[in-house]
């Protein structure tokens, strides 16, 4: 499986911005697909997942309500759509695929991953 992560760049605080992920390949394969950040000195963190089929979401709590993941399995495409977005939500923004039933917000558990985005809030 191979992912390619569009759409980051520089937003004013307050502003939205939607990442996109395409996925090529084993796609067929795909159990969930997660959206993680890093931060400059900070490790990777989960910010939320999808189950590829049946569309169910999860977040890290911190983000519920400005965070959206979706899907679209026909374009083999996640999103990630960022509302009111804030400067610490700057980082570098990566998609990953997980093929097998896994701990969607555990890094560890995902086997493919994106080149990541970077997304700059400014105040």
């Known amino acids: 499986v191979q992912l390619q992560a569009s759409g980051g760049g520089l937003v004013q605080a307050g502003g939205s911005l939607r990442l996109s992920c395409a996925a090529s390949g084993r796609t067929f394969s795909i159990y969930a697909m997660g959206w993680f950040r890093q931060a400059l000195g900070n490790e990777r963190e989960f910010v939320a997942a999808?189950?590829?089929?049946?569309?169910?979401?999860v977040y890290t709590d911190s983000l519920k309500g400005r965070f959206t993941i979706s899907r679209d399995n026909a374009k083999n495409t996640v999103y990630l759509q960022m509302n009111s977005v804030k400067p610490e939500d700057t980082a570098v923004y990566y998609c990953a695929a997980g093929l097998r039933s896994i701990n969607v917000w555990d890094v560890h558990d995902y086997g493919y991953w994106g080149q990541g985005t970077l997304v700059t809030v400014s105040s």
């Open positions: 999808v189950d590829w089929r049946a569309g169910s979401t």
